[in-house]
């Protein structure tokens, strides 16, 4: 219950990817972790605790063994969301109303987003003086809405529509004349004319909620992946160390292809694994050796059998919210899990007492795909793609099992806590 109620507040306080992995970072340092700046030069303690964030929209957090660190173990999510984004220049006007010019990020159902209180969050570029410095913002209050048209002027609503996001995803968020940069920049305590721009973004300000007989589900915007970041979080801050690495990764960008500088397609993780070996003074191909030995568990969230449509998941691989950590394959490597990462991840999840259960794709239907086989294409080790059930994937409202919670938090602490011991040719000992 304790880690619900902290989701639920996580979800409610990071309206967009810069939010959550400000309260990531808050977490670390309270937890006793000292931030790292990429711009320096690391001096690394055995037994320190250190996270370092790149653009600030993606984090890494790790804690050193005591002794000379043997091996990593890995899990990574991601922090960013599907939403709109407001173009350079927003600001729009029609029929007397003030509008926000938008496009898509990732990809939503738009018509979710449609005739629900919307609000803007991001960051602001602040000029100080001769230095541009950073701003985080969130309007925190219903700004926006995206109206639909009346059902008398589309009399074919209910067959289907196609939405064009440029002519029918754009907010109202006042009458002609409203200043939306104004807006923000009174709410971060800035001089407007000082706000030189900003990457902004709508949310969906419905707070994150429980529901049904027994409460047995949560609805919020951004399950997926914030569940899988925050519970990875709290699994780590909860955890005794090893003798291993153990590795918190958040990567921007993985709804628009992670292809960015933060992403999980960037350097950053093989960055801070070999200044990891070279702050701590391992000898050469210590670090090639400690990766080959190295696990990654990549956690994103997994479609839970609907039950309105269940011929759309494979008879025998479907998933269900409240039934445990979802482990995922797929023949084409869209995900990482292999059997032996598999069978690694399911017998940690068996011991920790943590029910699992096996996703697989309809052979007809594609899809999606996350990060996992992405930072493997850079930092190649043993991995498993694994999940959350959840419905309405990409929804502005998503909606999970209240009792996963628990269970994911569970799984990766009992991973942090284990020591999986690699020995090549495929034998695995798990201590
Ligand atoms: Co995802």
Same mark, same amino acid.
């Given at each position: 219950m304790r880690y619900l109620q902290g989701l639920m507040d996580f979800i409610n306080a990071a309206p967009t990817a810069f939010h959550a992995v400000?309260?990531?970072?808050?977490?670390?340092?309270?937890?006793?972790?000292?931030?790292?700046?990429?711009?320096?030069?690391?001096?690394?303690?055995?037994?320190?605790?250190?996270?370092?964030?790149?653009?600030?929209?993606? @984090?890494i957090a790790f804690r050193l063994p005591r002794q000379e660190l043997s091996h990593f173990q890995i899990v990574a999510s991601h922090s960013d969301s599907?939403?709109?984004?407001?173009?350079?220049?927003?600001?729009?006007?029609?029929?007397?109303?003030?509008?926000?010019?938008?496009?898509k990020y990732g990809g939503m159902l738009m018509s979710t987003w449609l005739d629900r209180p919307l609000s803007i969050a991001g960051r602001l570029i602040v000029e100080d003086g001769g230095a541009l410095e950073t701003v985080l913002v969130d309007a925190g209050r219903d700004l926006a809405l995206i109206p639909n048209v009346p059902i008398h002027f589309n009399r074919d609503a209910n067959d289907g529509v196609k939405w064009n996001p440029q002519v029918d995803m754009l907010p109202i968020y006042g009458t002609e004349g409203a200043d939306y940069l104004c807006l923000l920049a009174e709410k971060a305590g800035v001089e407007p004319s000082r706000v030189a721009g900003g990457d902004l973004f709508l949310y969906n300000r419905d707070r994150a909620t429980l529901f049904g007989a027994q409460e047995e589900f949560s609805a919020a915007?951004?399950?997926?992946?914030?569940?899988?970041?925050?519970?990875?979080?709290?699994?780590?801050?909860?955890?005794?160390?090893?003798?291993?690495?153990?590795?918190?990764?958040?990567?921007?960008?993985?709804?628009?292809?992670?292809?960015?500088?933060?992403?999980?397609?960037s350097t950053l993780l093989a960055d801070t694994l070999r200044r990891i070996a070279g702050g701590t003074g391992l000898a050469p191909q210590a670090l090639e050796a400690a990766v080959a030995k190295s696990f990654?568990?990549?956690?994103?969230?997994?479609?839970?059998?609907?039950?309105?449509?269940?011929?759309?998941?494979?008879?025998?691989?479907? @998933?269900?919210?409240?039934?445990? @950590?979802?482990?995922?394959?797929?023949?084409?490597?869209?995900?990482?899990?292999?059997?032996?990462?598999?069978? @690694?991840?399911?017998?940690?999840?068996?011991?920790?007492?943590?029910?699992?259960?096996?996703?697989?794709?309809?052979?007809?239907?594609?899809?999606?795909?996350?990060?996992?086989?992405?930072?493997?294409a850079h930092v190649s080790m043993n991995a498993v793609d694994i999940g959350l059930a959840q419905l309405a994937m990409h929804s502005a409202l998503e909606t999970a099992g209240a009792r996963d919670v628990a269970h994911m938090v569970d799984a990766l602490k009992a991973f942090f806590e284990c020591e999986v011991m690699i020995n090549g040719d495929g034998a695995i000992r798990i201590e």
């Open positions: 400000d309260q990531i970072c808050a977490s670390l340092a309270s937890a006793g972790y000292a931030r790292l700046q990429e711009g320096e030069t690391w001096f690394l303690e055995p037994g320190g605790r250190y996270y370092l964030t790149r653009n600030r929209s993606s @984090v599907p939403c709109f984004k407001l173009k350079p220049n927003a600001q729009r006007a029609s029929q007397g109303c003030a509008l926000l010019n938008v496009e915007p951004r399950l997926d992946d914030l569940e899988c970041a925050y519970t990875s979080l709290e699994a780590l801050l909860a955890s005794r160390p090893g003798r291993h690495v153990d590795m918190l990764c958040v990567f921007d960008n993985e709804e628009v292809g992670s292809g960015s500088k933060q992403g999980a397609d990654m568990v990549s956690a994103d969230n997994a479609h839970a059998a609907h039950p309105n449509h269940p011929e759309k998941y494979d008879e025998q691989n479907r @998933v269900y919210m409240n039934s445990g @950590v979802v482990v995922k394959s797929s023949a084409n490597q869209k995900y990482t899990s292999d059997a032996l990462s598999i069978a @690694v991840f399911e017998s940690i999840c068996r011991r920790a007492g943590v029910p699992t259960q096996r996703f697989a794709n309809r052979s007809d239907i594609p899809g999606g795909s996350t990060l996992g086989n992405i930072s493997n």
